[in-house]
Nanobody, 118 residues
């Protein structure tokens, strides 16, 4: 099982980034995928999840209305569109298998760093 997040970078507050997630070694397109982040000195935080069965979206309160998770089955990718970024969004972002969007992650790969600062 391999997952890879990409698309991070440095942006100013109010800016946008789109992260991408690809996977291999399992049925990626039929697997519930979530994004979590780790910021210095803070606990891991699940930010978004897209349920592969019922198609529901789940977001942390801290990102609701700003982040959007989506999937493109044709290219076997999951995206996290991040708008109106804030300095507190600075973290390493990971995509992971997150069964049932329950906040439990059983596989993830190398993350991608997002830095929001002026």
């Amino acid at each position: 099982v391999q997952l890879q997040a990409s698309g991070g970078g440095s942006v100013q507050p109010g800016g946008s980034l789109r992260l991408s997630c690809t996977g291999s070694g399992f049925d990626f397109e039929y697997t519930t995928i979530g994004w979590f982040r780790r910021a210095p000195g803070k606990q891991r935080e699940g930010v978004a999840c897209l349920h592969s069965v019922d198609g529901t979206f789940h977001y942390a309160d801290s990102v609701k209305g700003r982040f959007t998770i989506s999937r493109d089955k044709a290219v076997k990718a999951v995206y996290l569109q991040m708008d109106s970024l804030k300095p507190e969004d600075t973290a390493i972002y990971y995509c992971a298998r997150e069964p049932l969007c329950a906040g439990h992650f059983d596989s993830w790969g190398q993350g991608t760093l997002v830095t929001v600062s002026s």
